[in-house]
Every structure is written in structure tokens, then in C-alpha cells.
């Protein structure tokens, strides 16, 4: 035996231990992933209840407390083991709380928790097993069925707890060139809108926490909020006359909360690096699309479930073949 022959050393059979994948593992349990995402929604939560007073609180709490009652009602009916500390049905709560108004009606948030914890999720065989955001199938859900609701917005009371009920548009729903809206109001969040959308500060913190915390790549993302600011931007520089800015379409509405919030969902959203830019990159087209040529002026939330229908085929095309995998000869069954 040569001395390079005998410097291999061979794996003793008795060590190893035979597994299904994942075979790399780190110390983050759901509840630990769930609770970190949790806090990186607050302090968009808070500059909602500090623009819009104790309406906003109110709906975060119906939202959340409906959600997590859901759950345990629906573990409690099936027999199943109790699940709300993980913090899914939390953040659930937040998140559909976060797409609403101040000033929707408390049966409003009710509604919209059923359509999030039964409908989207549990039905579906909970947390793991739901193809489409639950947060996003509630808020879409209520906008088509409750349309004059879900499109009536409170104006920002900072400071003041007592919300006013006098209501206005949103950045996206005025019209080009009126000069109501001004960055920096974008930016803080005194503008009309969602409770968890309006300030752009708020959730840039929080985007912050999540890479900070690991919980999400930069993927998905940033092919979102790139492809929406490019097509904007041509479409701007074409017709400025007919459409906001690429900035303004970036700050305004929900795109900052989808891409970093809800885009990433782990559990409906692609596996794959590849996979995590085609999805983002799918988002920022159909988004721009419904906000440029829609009677929607909107469109993150379809734009969203749409491309979470589309994740199993995406991961299906983006995943790596297994090692020592050789295609089979054409004719010859796989």
C-alpha cells in the first residue's frame, strides 16, 4: 500500500447515521422563527396605532386574539394538540390587522380572521400545508367581498388615541401630479392607508430585524421591489403626465410590507435562490401591471397569491439534481 493510499482515512460504517434530508439543521425552532418575525412587525404596528390612534389598536387586537380563538377552537374540535404558542396564528393576526383600515367595523376583522385561520390555512391541514398566505387570501377575500369597506380610509391622527372618522384617499388611489402627498409623509407614515403600510421608516426597521435575525434572503425581495421600480420607471419616463414616479410606487401602498413580509413567507414561497428571484421577479411584473393598467390601484396582495400558486412549479424547475443523477437515454423510462 503507498503512503498516500495509506493517509485515507474511510468513514467508520459504525459512525454514520442514515437519515431523511434535511441533513443541515441550526438551532431555530418555529416558535423561535415566528416570535423573531413578531417582533419585526412592531414597529410598523406601532407607527399604525400612533397615526391612527385606538382604532388601529382595536383592529390589531380583534385581528390577533380572532386568529389565535380560530385555531385553538379548530385544534380543540379536530382533537389536535394545541399549537398557538408557536406564534403562526399571531402572526397571522398581525399581518391581516396590518392590511386593514383603522376604521373597518369589529365583525370586519372576525370575518377576515375565519377566511385567514380556517379557509387558508387550516383546512389545508395547517401550518406547513397551506399553498397561499393566509393574511392575503383574508384581506383579498374581504376587498372582493366588501369592496366600499376595505377602499375607505381613516386620516392619520398622530398622536392622538381617539382615531377621526373622517376618511380619504391612499397615496396610489389620488391622482398623478396633485402634490397632496409628500415623501417625507411617506416615509413616516401620515398619509391614508393600511394600518401596517403606511410608513416606510417603520418598516425598513423591521426589514432590518428580519436579515438581522436570518428569518429571510435578500432574493425575493429585492427582485421585487427592482422589477416594480424599473417597469415603473419606463412607464414614467414615457407618459410622467399619466403615472406616479418608480420612488413613489415603491413607498406608497403595501409593496414595502408584501416583499419583506409576505413575499417571503417560508412556507409559500420558493425554496431556491433561483426560485426566490423568478417569484419576486414574477411579483414586481404583475404588480406593476395591475397598478399601471388595472382599475385596482394597488394589486401586491393578487399580485402575491398568484405567484404562490406558481411556487411548486417554480421549485420544481429551479431544484438541483441529486448527486450522481445521469438522465436517462432517450426512449428508456426514468
Known amino acids: 500500500m503507498s503512503e498516500t493510499e495509506s493517509s ?14 434535511p441533513h443541515i439543521r441550526d438551532n431555530q425552532n418555529i416558535p423561535k422563527i415566528m416570535f423573531g418575525v413578531v417582533l419585526a412587525l412592531l414597529p410598523a404596528c406601532l407607527a399604525g396605532i400612533w397615526f391612527f390612534g385606538f382604532a388601529a389598536l382595536k383592529v390589531l387586537l380583534l385581528t390577533t ?22 406564534g403562526s396564528a399571531i402572526i397571522t393576526g398581525l399581518l391581516l390587522g396590518m392590511n386593514l383600515n383603522a376604521g373597518v367595523p369589529w365583525w370586519v ?14 383546512l389545508f391541514g395547517g401550518l406547513g400545508y397551506n399553498p397561499f398566505n393566509p393574511a392575503l387570501v383574508a384581506r383579498v377575500g374581504l376587498l372582493i367581498g366588501l369592496p366600499e369597506i376595505m377602499t375607505t380610509w ?5 398622536g392622538k388615541m381617539m382615531a377621526d372618522t373622517v376618511t380619504a384617499a391612499t397615496p396610489l388611489g389620488e391622482g398623478v401630479k396633485t402634490g397632496v402627498f409628500a415623501m417625507g409623509d411617506l416615509f413616516t407614515g401620515n398619509i391614508g392607508g393600511c394600518i401596517g403600510e403606511t410608513s416606510v421608516v417603520a418598516l425598513l426597521i423591521g426589514a432590518a430585524l428580519l436579515f438581522a435575525f436570518k428569518l429571510i ?14 417597469i415603473t420607471g419606463v412607464a414614467y419616463l414615457i407618459h410622467p403626465e399619466t403615472t406616479h414616479s418608480p420612488v413613489y410606487h415603491v413607498l406608497s401602498g403595501g409593496l414595502l410590507l ?56 417554480i421549485d420544481r424547475s429551479t431544484i438541483s439534481k441529486p448527486f450522481g443523477y445521469v ?8
Open 154 to 158: 381613516n386620516v392619520p391622527t398622530a
Open 8 to 21: 485515507i482515512q474511510m468513514p467508520d460504517p459504525a459512525q454514520l447515521m442514515v437519515s431523511n434530508s
Open 217 to 230: 434572503q435578500w432574493q425575493i425581495p429585492v427582485a421585487y421591489i427592482g422589477s416594480v421600480f424599473v
Open 258 to 313: 408584501g416583499a419583506f413580509f409576505m413575499a417571503t413567507d417560508m412556507v409559500t414561497s420558493p425554496m431556491t435562490k433561483k426560485g426566490m428571484l423568478i417569484f419576486g421577479l414574477g411579483c414586481g411584473i404583475m404588480t406593476s401591471a395591475i397598478r399601471l393598467w388595472g382599475a385596482y390601484p394597488e394589486g401586491v396582495s393578487f399580485s402575491i397569491l398568484f405567484m404562490n400558486a406558481l411556487t411548486p412549479l
Open 65 to 86: 386574539v380572532s386568529c389565535v380563538a380560530l385555531e385553538e377552537g379548530w385544534n380543540k374540535l379536530n382533537k389536535k394538540a394545541s399549537t398557538w404558542k408557536d
Open 109 to 122: 376583522c372576525v370575518l377576515g380572521a375565519v377566511l385567514a385561520i380556517i379557509l387558508a390555512k387550516q
Open 327 to 334: 438522465a436517462p437515454a432517450k426512449g428508456e423510462a426514468e
